[in-house]
């Protein structure tokens, strides 16, 4: 059987497990879904790079405002049972985030390339002033 632990104990063991997760998974898996969705979405190596410049930051900066509050309070205080029902309701809210900038992201190429294509349609002449 395992010693209890004080709460310093875990706050610390917390802060470590934190602190591996934020700058080890988190950038990586950042990168994965940016590039993934770009990936699924059908975007050429152009289209990738753009997507990154445009949300990896963002996403990144959203993730760690959110995660390593709910992660210190799920290694902190949540009892063991709970911990994967408290990270999946997290998890429920952070992966609508990303649904809503995966979506804003596609709104805004799509209205590029209309605005695109209304700059190359205005420049051509119709017949009769070509005469």
Same mark, same amino acid.
């Given at each position: 059987?395992?010693?209890?632990?004080?709460?310093?104990?875990?706050?610390?063991?917390?802060?470590?497990?934190?602190?591996?997760?934020? =700058?080890?998974?988190?950038?990586?898996?950042?990168?994965?879904?940016?590039?993934?969705?770009?990936?699924?979405?059908?975007?050429?190596?152009?289209?990738?790079?753009?997507?990154?410049? =445009?949300?990896?930051?963002?996403?990144? =900066?959203?993730g760690y405002a959110l995660w390593p509050a709910a992660q210190?309070?799920?290694?902190?205080?949540?009892?063991?049972?709970?911990?994967?029902?408290?990270?999946? =309701?997290?998890?429920?809210?952070?992966?609508t985030y990303l649904g809503w900038k995966n979506c804003q992201?596609?709104?805004?190429?799509?209205?590029?390339?209309?605005?695109?294509?209304?700059t190359v349609i205005s420049d051509v002449k119709p017949l009769?002033?070509?005469?």
């Open positions: 059987m395992q010693p209890l632990q004080t709460m310093s104990e875990r706050l610390v063991m917390a802060l470590k497990r934190v602190a591996v997760d934020q =700058t080890v998974f988190a950038p990586f898996a950042t990168g994965v879904f940016v590039f993934g969705m770009g990936a699924l979405e059908g975007l050429d190596t152009a289209g990738l790079v753009q997507r990154a410049k =445009t949300q990896y930051m963002d996403i990144l =900066t959203a210190l309070i799920n290694f902190s205080f949540v009892p063991l049972v709970y911990r994967v029902p408290f990270g999946s =309701t997290v998890s429920l809210f952070w992966n992201a596609k709104r805004i190429e799509s209205a590029q390339i209309a605005m695109s294509y209304d009769e002033s070509r005469v």
